[in-house]
Every structure is written in structure tokens, then in C-alpha cells.
């Protein structure tokens, strides 16, 4: 069980981010995984009066607030038409509508987590993050931040650069943690896959666009077996390494036969 001694309701991003520069300090999100740290903490410091939790579509990208649930990526009638309905299937699997209406977009992407379907398809979008000292950056360089540092992150940007992304996933069961997840996108800088679950966090494969420019069956093929080769894998109680690297090549050659049938 999760103690703290004081509670703060922020007034401001500034007053939240002085207060958080102490270090046993800690920001509220969903608090589905941190409730379980058996730990006395200092001041739990909630934003949620901040106006965070709200998707905002411009003609250049969605703004997506730190305290957006994942319920809300499912349901977002916007987003989802934009992304095929990948949004609605990567979080579909995700427990169960009450965990998802409690489970913030924030809390998901800050904890980088390797089981994150959240952060798979982020990274398959090529999505940007805005933290409030450091600015914006992209969530490829974001992830390689220390985890003690004491930044807040505001929002998640997704660039309306993609043509079209699918989303798969291998589970046990349906809504266990997943064995493996795959996004695929064709973006502006060519063709994306995000591998996570592996049991590392979500990497990034691309590729450019000329190298897939017929998706026949031996260029999907080619570039299925180039995902395996470039993503590392591990093993852990839900499969082990060599498993997760077969159904990986399963599952890109799937989702690429799906983007292919957005395409055309």
C-alpha cells in the first residue's frame, strides 16, 4: 500500500513543478500501478484542475493532455477516425473499461512501461511529448531520459503525417498483459513498425517509403524479417525470446496486409 503524508491540488503547472523537484515527491495519475508500492512518499501533487485531460485537434496534429484516459482514446471520435480505429483496438484489450476510465495517457507514457500498448502505437505514430521545463521532444528521445528525472509532462503530440496505421497484439488471454504488440504506419519519413512487449520497452523500425513501394507479398516479407532482426528480445513468465521473435514476424506481416488494404 502507497502512503503519503500530504496532498496538493496544483494551481499551476509551475506550482507543480516546484513542488516535485523535491525528491519524494510524486505526480497523481491513474495510480492503478503506484498504489501498489509498498512505500510512505512526500506530497502527492494532483493536476487535475490544470485542464489536462482534454484531446484537442488542430489542422497539423492531435493534442492529447497528460490526464486523457485511455478510455477516452478508445471512444475519441476524431482520433479514430484518423487512425483507422487503432487507438480504440490497442487499448480495447486493456483490462476493462473501469481500469481504462481511470488509467491516464500520461501515467502510461512517464512510466515506460515494456508491456505498454499505450507506447507502441505512440511510437508507431511518431508522436512528440511536451513536458513543461524541458519543452517539446520527440517520444524517441524522451524514452532515453533518466526515469529519476523531475520534469512534468504536460501533453502527447501526434503530427498528422500518417497515411494510415494498424494495431495488433498477441495476448494469453484477453485481457491479460500482452505477449507481444505491433503498430504499424506509413508516415511521412516511410514506413514505421513499433515492437513492444518484448519484454523491453517499444522500439522503432522504419524504413523508407521506396523500399515498400509495391507491397507485394516479398517486400512485406522482407520487411517483416527486418523488424525481427533489429528488435531485441527477451523472455519472461509469458514467453520466451524465440517465441515472441516468430510471432513477431506473424504479426507485422499481419498488420502490414491491413495497412495495405487501408491503402488502397
Known amino acids: 500500500m502507497l502512503y503519503y503524508n500530504q496532498y496538493v491540488r496544483a494551481e499551476s503547472l509551475e506550482?507543480?513543478?516546484d513542488l516535485y523537484q523535491k525528491k519524494n515527491n510524486f505526480i497523481l495519475a491513474g495510480m492503478l500501478w503506484q498504489k501498489m508500492r509498498n512505500k510512505t512518499m512526500g506530497t502527492a501533487i494532483d493536476l487535475c484542475g490544470?485542464?489536462?485531460?482534454?484531446?484537442?485537434?488542430t489542422e497539423e496534429a492531435f493534442?492529447?493532455?497528460?490526464?486523457?484516459?485511455?478510455r477516452d482514446l478508445e471512444t475519441d471520435e476524431a482520433l479514430n477516425t484518423y487512425t483507422g480505429g487503432a487507438f480504440r483496438e490497442s487499448v480495447r484489450h486493456i483490462v476493462g473499461v473501469q481500469f481504462r476510465n481511470v488509467a491516464t495517457v500520461g501515467g502510461s507514457?512517464?512510466?515506460r512501461f515494456g508491456f505498454s500498448d499505450v507506447m507502441t502505437i505512440f511510437r508507431a505514430l511518431?508522436?512528440?511529448v511536451e513536458l513543461h521545463h524541458a519543452g517539446m521532444m520527440d517520444?524517441?528521445?524522451f524514452v532515453k531520459l533518466p526515469r529519476k528525472t523531475r520534469d512534468i509532462l504536460v501533453a502527447v503530440i501526434v503530427p498528422k503525417n500518417v497515411k494510415g496505421v494498424v494495431y495488433v497484439s498477441q495476448r494469453n488471454q484477453s485481457t491479460d498483459f500482452p505477449v507481444l504488440t505491433c503498430a504499424v504506419a506509413k508516415r511521412a519519413d516511410g514506413y514505421a513498425a513499433a515492437i513492444g512487449a518484448t519484454p523491453h520497452l517499444a522500439e522503432v523500425v522504419v524504413v523508407p517509403e521506396r523500399e515498400l513501394s509495391e507491397l507485394s507479398d516479398e517486400q512485406m516479407d522482407a520487411f517483416a524479417g527486418q523488424v525481427c532482426?533489429?528488435?531485441?528480445?527477451?523472455?519472461?513468465m509469458r514467453a520466451g525470446a524465440a517465441y515472441r521473435k516468430t510471432v513477431c514476424r506473424v504479426l507485422v506481416r499481419r498488420a502490414m496486409q491491413a495497412l495495405k488494404?487501408?491503402?488502397d
Request: glycine share 16%; aromatic share 10%; no cysteine.
Open 15 to 17: 506550482e507543480a513543478y
Open 50 to 57: 490544470l485542464g489536462l485531460d482534454k484531446i484537442e485537434e
Open 63 to 70: 493534442r492529447i493532455g497528460a490526464y486523457v484516459s485511455l
Open 109 to 111: 507514457i512517464w512510466g
Open 126 to 128: 511518431g508522436a512528440k
Open 139 to 141: 517520444l524517441n528521445d
Open 229 to 236: 532482426d533489429e528488435i531485441r528480445f527477451g523472455s519472461n
Open 261 to 263: 488494404g487501408e491503402l
